[in-house]
Each structure stands twice: as C-alpha cells, then as structure tokens.
C-alpha cells in the first residue's frame, strides 16, 4: 500500500512539474528544439494551385550557427525561370533587456543581378509564390510574440501543447499563430496561422519527424492557404548535420557572384 501510494505521488508530482511550465518557458524550448552546428539539405516544393495544377521546384538549403547568429541561405536550383534566385538570413537572439533584434535578410534576383534587403512587414510576405512566409524560413525572434497556452492535445499519437503565438505588432499581417508542439521534443506537428482581421488564413501539417544524428526533423511540412485554395508541399532529403559548411555562403558577396549552388 505504501509503495503503491509513493508511486502515484511521484507520477502527480511528475504531472504538476510538466504542467508547471509557462507558455515562455515552451516557445523558448521550440525556439531551441533544433541546435545543430550546421546542416545542409535539398529541399522540393510542390505548389498546388485551387485547379489542381502542380509546379515544382527545388532547392539547395545551407545553415551554420555562428556564435549565437543563426545563419541559412537557400538557393532554387529548378524550374529553370527561377534557377537561381536565393535568400540569406542572420537570425539574432534578443537583446538582454529582451528586446526584439530584429533579423537581416537578403533576396538575390539573378535575372536583374541585384540583392535587396527584406525587412520589416515584408517578413510576413509569401516567399516566392509559395505558401510559407519569409518568416516561416527562420527562427522567428521570440520578441515578436505574447504567449498563450490553450490546452493540450494528441496528433496522432504525439502529446502536444497547443502554443498561441500573438504578433505584439498590430500591423502584423500574420496576427497570430497557433501551433501543436510536442511536449517531449517541442517540434510542430501542426499550426494554424490568421490574419490581419484575426481569420484562419493558413493551416500547417508536418510528417515524418524523426532523429537523424540525434536532431528532431521534420522531413515533410504542408501547408495549404485556405483562403486562397493553394497548397505548398516542402519535402527535405539527402540531409547532413555538423558536417561542415562553406561559411562563404554565408555572405552576400556569395549570392551576387552565384557562389551558393
């Protein structure tokens, strides 16, 4: 009888110490659920539109943590009429006060030969006709957001939260996020995102998650604007952590000269 009731004290105290956790204490457990030194990866897109039409591309993905910067540039190998074109990002952690620092980005247009800076409410733009935000590619800054829990859930057999991101920026065009994430691992498996007028815009799927060399990954994300009717697929093969990458590419010297393949 004794044993018995020390076990279920342990699982309770097991229980409230899990459900100690605050909303900050999730989003910056996601925010650092992935820490690799470096990756590199070829990534497809699939763009569906409301017909049912499919284009594809590809694309060559870099990233390297550079002290606390987050590095990753990514650059579209195929269709041939957007071959080239490229995108490079500098995440910061905030400032000690907590305070937003913002991060720099980059878009190289290789048809014009001219980089130019994204920034600001551009962050919240599709990214090259695709339904993921110039945001949705990097590690969006804690700062940005309030935090909510709402409660929990299973998707499919993982234990989530359910995290609700609130942009602290009333000008925001995406006003919110709401995102599964597991409760051992912190990663997405699903999310929902709305708009300036607080209505569902977009919903998120993520399959296939899995450890490679120890890191959480997610090999297939989804996700479909349901306003619009189009859905972007974005499929990660062939990927390889701590394993050594060009820090030239990292540069924006790299993507006026096309040095990044």
Known sequence: MKKSIFITTVM??????????????????????????????????????????????????????????????????????????????????DAPDGKTVDS?????LPAMKKVRRVSGSSK????????????DLGNRSLGKDTFKILGEEKVGTVDCWILEYTAKDPKAKVSRRVLWLGKTNYIAYKGEYYDQKGMLQKQMTCENIS?????????????????????????????????GVDKNFFTVSALERELVK
Request: charged share 25%; with cysteine; glycine share 4%.
């Open 12 to 93: 309770l105290l097991c229980g409230a110490m899990l459900f100690a956790q605050t909303a900050e204490e999730i989003a910056k457990a996601a925010y650092h659920a992935v820490n690799e030194k470096t990756s590199s990866y070829t990534a497809t897109l699939t763009l569906i539109d409301k017909a049912g039409k499919t284009r594809n591309r590809e694309i060559a993905c870099y990233t390297m943590k550079d002290g606390t910067t987050d590095k990753s540039v990514m650059v579209f190998r195929t269709p041939k009429d957007v071959a080239g074109v490229s995108y490079l990002s500098f995440d910061y952690p």
């Open 104 to 108: 720099d980005s980059w878009l190289y």
């Open 124 to 135: 919240d733009d599709d990214f090259q006709g695709t339904d993921f935000t110039y945001d």
């Open 211 to 243: 450890q490679i060399d120890g890191y959480w990954t997610t090999k297939k994300t989804t996700m479909t604007n349901i306003q619009t009717k189009h859905t972007t697929i974005y499929e990660v093969k062939d990927i390889v952590y701590d394993k």
